[in-house]
Nanobody, 125 residues
Framework: QLQFVESGGGLVQPGGSLRLSCAAS????????IGWFRKAPGKEHEGVSC????????YYADSVKGRFTISIDTAKNTVYLQMNSLKPEDTAVYYC??????????????????WGQGTQVTVSS
């Protein structure tokens, strides 16, 4: 069975940090675009950060540049999102997803093939 298992969400104060993990099972993360997307109430899905397992190229939304870092550990078949300097506006459900089109870097989220179950991130004092 092909699936992602996410972990690492939670409640954190503004300025704090969290690291999200997304472990793939049933397939390997070779030649995929892998991304983190988020969905806040009343807002559209937003592509937060994506990475190509083909060449390691990355994409970051302007809203998270300089604060978030995406990485991939192919040995563990896991993708990470390190989130620093968190803000209340980062509050959302975060999903990891993978697309066999390695060039679809956070562009067309509806075309992504595999999705995790989502993990809640809440930034509040």
């Amino acid at each position: 069975q092909l699936q992602f298992v996410e972990s690492g969400g939670g409640l954190v104060q503004p300025g704090g940090s969290l690291r999200l993990s997304c472990a793939a099972s049933g397939f390997t993360l070779d030649y995929y675009a892998i991304g983190w997307f988020r969905k806040a109430p009343g807002k559209e899905h937003e592509g937060v950060s994506c990475i190509s397992s083909n060449d390691g190229s990355t994409y970051y939304a302007d809203s998270v540049k300089g604060r978030f870092t995406i990485s991939i550990d192919t040995a563990k078949n896991t993708v990470y999102l390190q989130m620093n300097s968190l803000k209340p506006e980062d509050t959302a459900v975060y999903y990891c997803a993978a697309d066999r089109d390695v060039f679809n870097m956070c562009i067309r989220y509806w075309e992504y093939d595999y999705w995790g179950q989502g993990t809640q991130v809440t930034v509040s004092s």
